[in-house]
């Protein structure tokens, strides 16, 4: 196992309502980075957080948000669900920044993730 | 165009086949590569980093080609356990900032 754990697991909501997901990162890893796995596809990254802060967003709007906590867990929220957000939500955490790229400090450890359906 | 391309499969291969993988890269930016291997519904696990020189993990071996932009894995003497999702990832720092871009997968199925 990882050590990152997510919550809830399941979860199904209506077009227009509000969700928030949650994650704790494993022991000693400040950074957090959140996906959207849509079926048949790859993990698409939303953002990361470092320290707290936005780190880095993909192409997502602005309904999606997030927010670091100071023990590095995090939330996602995704503001006015759409039926296309149903998907597999995954967190992932890592030491942060390292001395070299792809060295083990940017390796990221996933979380199991939380399915969100979206009716 | 996507970013990390890679043929869905499914890859159907008896045990103690070898089987290879490849993927490939738009961004020549691209600065750090990754496999990851997920099983059906769970979550993506690294299984190596790629690096220049190629690397080998016991059956398995990758293989990084920076003038053509992709990315290879070679499993050797496929086991039933190998049967799953092969995730190739690429990662570039910008302003900073570190994106991870996650092909589609290539799914691999081995049968005894």
């Known amino acids: 196992e990882t050590g990152v754990t997510q919550s809830p697991t399941h979860l199904i909501k209506t077009r227009g309502q509000q969700v928030t997901l949650r994650c704790s990162s494993q022991s000693g890893h400040n950074t957090v980075s959140w996906y959207q796995q849509a079926l048949g596809q790859g993990p698409q990254f939303i953002f990361q957080?470092?320290?707290?802060?936005e780190n880095g967003r993909g192409n997502f709007p602005p309904r999606f948000s997030g927010l670091q906590f100071p023990n590095y867990s995090s939330e996602l929220n995704v503001n006015a669900l759409e039926l296309d957000d149903s998907a597999l939500y995954l967190c992932a955490s890592s030491l942060g920044w390292g001395r070299g790229l792809g060295g083990p400090q940017e390796t990221q450890y996933f979380g199991p993730g939380t399915r969100l359906l979206v009716l | 165009r996507k970013e990390v391309e890679q043929d869905p499969g499914p890859f159907n291969v008896p045990e103690g086949a070898t089987v290879a993988f490849n993927c490939t890269y738009s961004?020549?930016?691209?600065?750090?590569f990754f496999w990851y291997r997920q099983d059906c519904r769970k979550e993506p696990k690294l299984l190596m980093s790629?690096?220049?020189s190629g690397n080998e993990d016991g059956r398995f071996t990758a293989q990084l080609n920076r003038a053509s932009q992709y990315i290879s894995l070679l499993i050797r003497d496929s086991k039933l356990s190998d049967s799953a999702t092969y995730l190739c990832?690429?990662?570039?720092?910008?302003?900073?900032?570190?994106?991870?871009?996650f092909g589609s997968g290539t799914r691999l199925q081995v049968q005894p």
């Open positions: 990832v690429v990662m570039r720092v910008h302003g900073g900032r570190r994106a991870l871009t």
């Open positions: 961004n020549s930016a691209s600065q750090s």
């Open positions: 790629v690096y220049s």
């Open positions: 957080y470092y320290r707290e802060e």
